[in-house]
């Protein structure tokens, strides 16, 4: 798993969260509770924020 800051945005990470090994959480970005980033997914929070709800999962591959 790859947790990058961004400028002054850090991830936000649930200690409850999964993230795959090759996965990629970029800058202003919010994970909840329960919530799944699977392989090869790419979230990037240059400006907004991306707030990933509890419980909720992002598929391989998706950018």
Not at 46 to 52: A, F, R, S, V
């Amino acid at each position: 798993m790859s947790i990058f800051a961004l400028g002054d945005k850090t991830p936000q990470v649930s200690p409850s969260a999964w993230i795959a090994h090759d996965a990629n959480v970029i800058g202003h970005v919010e994970v909840s509770e329960n919530a799944s980033i699977w392989f090869g997914a790419t979230l990037r929070g240059d400006n907004e924020l991306i707030h990933l709800g509890a419980g909720s999962n992002i598929q391989e591959n998706c950018v």
